[in-house]
């Protein structure tokens, strides 16, 4: 290891112990980039979540659910005719095309 940080003996000279670990910093840096943009552009914001668009019904209905407006009754109630007409959308749904 000597002999190739050895920069008088025309070896390629101490900058050769820094090389090494900033290539590898770059290449996980550009992995991680990578990564974190391919989720990002992927469905909803990340791939394993079901797309649904922000103005359904169905999420107008969670919403109002959510924020007390109608019960949970009347939710359960009204989500069956919604899914029938609109579907969900996105894999694993319930009720629309896979």
């Known amino acids: ?20 670990p900033l290539v590898w910093a770059a290449v996980v840096t550009g992995a991680v980039t990578l990564l974190r943009r391919t989720v990002r552009r992927g469905r909803g914001g990340a791939p394993w979540r079901p797309t649904v668009q922000e103005n359904s019904p169905i999420t107008v209905l969670g919403h109002r659910f959510a924020s007390g407006e109608i019960d ?10 919604l899914e029938a007409q609109f579907g969900r959308t996105g894999r694993g749904g319930r009720g629309g095309a896979a």
């Open 1 to 20: 290891m000597q002999t190739l940080a050895h920069f008088g003996d025309g070896g390629p000279g101490p900058w050769i112990l820094l090389f090494p």
């Open 72 to 81: 949970e009754d009347e939710y359960w109630r009204r989500l069956p005719a």
